[in-house]
């Protein structure tokens, strides 16, 4: 056995044994019960990040827990079209040539996006690899595939069949910057100081925080209950900077204590005023265009202008003509797209829409009928998030994404429409895969898309396969740096996860991401973890170095053995290999899990017994990180810092030891288990085609180093 654990050899010669022999493809198995999980299919943006390196190693951990358990597992890789994110990487790349979008045409620029496609989907297949999951890659699938493309337009065809897909025009948001539509969860709040500004409209003061928006205006509301402005309820009044007049009008929705208790009514640009408008049959003015810009008859002077800049000018000329009253500053959320992060323009625009209310119905019932949310807590926002659903906008002004089927249509569908099918299309090109490996059985994903992907997969999956998709949907946090900040480029404080799979190894990776993790937060990670994951296969290692001398110890192995099985599922890489320098020539991820052994009465033993019973108990609820913790306590208490030094006094040499024919007996059994080992590994011609130059080499020298000790010690060859 090496010195050091030689993690490199180790995690290539796994990998190209895993993806070239088809160790982990999954096959129609009657026998068994299947265990599916549709991996969440990462965007084909860009490399992976620590966040999808968190999520791969639950899942991998819980489908090797389940292979090892007997099930027929099923890991389903693959990656998504992500067309807003993927089209505005072509973007940049084409600004780099010193292109435009619109230099290139439809084709042209779809060649770019094809391309595209082809260079990232190998990319991140190879980084999904390095990560030590035992997925069945046969069975990879991009959104963009053909199967996946006949199987979302027929699922829009059966959606507008039944009544559930309209055209209309609507007030939807949309994003200068991407220039598309955008629906509404993928617009991100947040709180930003503005400027709020008092404005004279004739005897009324309005407040805003969009004066370049009121040539837009169309009407003031007050609150038919405020006593101050009954008597001007049906009258009109100057509209400043321009030559109109606009009515003033009641309605409830005003908020008497906000600002002067008038608020403008704009209901091309603000999704509150369209709503008013609709209620009381007002007319609409669009005044911003689709590159958020000023435009038409109605903003004279200020077209052409952007939106900051229309701002600012018609700030100073209102000051100029007296009409500025007041200006203080006001903190209020303001959308951006949850792409490009730029403010998104609330706009009137005729887009396809997908009626939700009663679509939605069968999902919120679907909690009192099989589906389970972990951690629990999550649910309440499940149910936030159905009750108040909005009919959904899933048309965008693209061109990559799958075209909406429909004949003169140039539109592409919201990438989260073939997001949603994921479970079920990645599944049923085969009859008989279908039956067998669906409904999936747990969705593990960030708790922030619970909107965007989770529920949308729940009601699709009901209305197009009248079953759930998964029976369990496992939310898990998001990766934060060590003092608990949201990982960025402008904080640089990001991790690459290959970094540090190049440095310690994929098993200290995955090990030090779960240590310590739990569902109901969100996870710190650093160095200091990144640390202890590695000093703790170290530890691993050497303690197997002392059973490798003691393997007469029935107790010392079997109990090494355990521990290798129920840490396997966490760290694969350094179980496997350290299993098969036991002597073993099976896989370890196809061993069953231990169970208990009754009957001894050795402390050991017992507490063997109770950790299997924890660790088992762990995995089943998915307390991975604190399973880790848990196998880590044990492992270097009870069995090295208590049995193994409880061991050594039998064996502990003096400074100068003399060496006995019992001691030559034993070291001797120990060089001809190592040599059978060897011998065993180089005589696999199938080792020899697919193992790594090196790995084959240092087996080699192994081997001759332990002829030589051999004949040094007992005169054999």
Known sequence: MDKIFDFKACEAYYNQHWVENNVFKANVNRDKKPFTVIMPPPNITSKLHIGHAFNCTIIDALIRFKRMQGYETL??????????ATEAKVVEELKKEGLNKQDLTREQFMERIQNWY????????????????????TRFTFTMDDHCKAEVNKAFHRLYKDGYIYQGERMINWCPTCHTALSEIEVEYSEVKRQIWTIQYGPLRVATTRPETL??????????????????????????????????????????????GAVKITPAHDHHDYEVAERHHLAHIKVIDENGKLF??????????????????????????????????????????YRCHQTVEPAISKQWFVKMHDLAQPAIAALNNGLNIVPKKFQKIYLHWLNNIKDWCISRQLISGHRIPIEGETDVLDTWFS?????????????????????????????????????????????????????????????RDSQGRKMSKSLG???????????????????SLLFGSRLDRDPNYGDEKITKARYFMNKIWNATKFVLMHKDNTLLVTALESFLKM???????????????????????????????????????????KIIRTITRRYEKYEFGIAANELQQWFWTDFCDKYIEECKPQ?????????????????AEHYRAEIARSSKMLANTGFLAKAPATLVQQEQEKLARFKELLYNLTGEH
Request: net charge negative; proline share 7%.
């Open 118 to 137: 082809d260079h990232y989907s190998a990319i991140i297949c190879n980084q999904f690899k390095r990560l030590g999951l035992s997925c069945d890659w």
């Open 493 to 511: 404080n990001g991790i690459d996860p290959l970094d540090i799979i190049e440095q310690h190894g994929c098993d200290v990776l995955r090990y």
């Open 419 to 479: 997001s949603a099918l994921w479970p079920f299309v990645t599944l049923n090109k085969n009859q008989a895969d279908f039956d067998y490996f669906y409904p999936t059985d747990v969705l593990v994903t960030a708790y922030e898309i619970i909107f965007f992907w989770v529920i949308r997969m729940v009601f699709s999956g009901l209305y197009h396969t009248q079953q759930l998709p998964f029976h369990t949907v496992l939310l898990h946090g998001l990766v």
């Open 567 to 609: 840490l396997h599922p966490i760290a694969p890489y350094i179980t496997e290999q350290i299993w098969h320098e036991l002597g073993h020539d099976t896989d370890l991820a196809f061993e069953p899990f231990p169970t208990p052994v009754k009957g001894s009465k050795h402390w050991l033993q017992t507490s063997l017994n």
């Open 296 to 337: 038409g008859a109605y903003v004279g002077k200020y077209a052409g202008m952007t939106v900051a800049e229309a701002r600012a000018a018609v700030v100073a000329d209102l000051q100029a003509q007296g009409l500025l009253v007041a200006t203080k500053e006001h903190v209020s959320n303001v959308g951006q797209c």
């Open 75 to 84: 890991m389903l890789p693959g990656a998504d079209h992500a067309a807003i």
């Open 651 to 667: 064996t502990k040499s003096k400074p100068e030891p003399v060496v006995t024919p019992v001691d030559n007996q034993a070291l």
């Open 215 to 260: 040539f837009g205006d169309i009407a003031v509301a007050v609150n038919p209950n405020d006593q101050r402005y009954q008597a001007l309820i049906g009258k009109s009044i100057p509209l400043p900077l321009t030559d109109r007049t606009i009515p003033v009008i009641a309605d409830e929705t005003v908020d008497m204590k906000f600002g002067t």
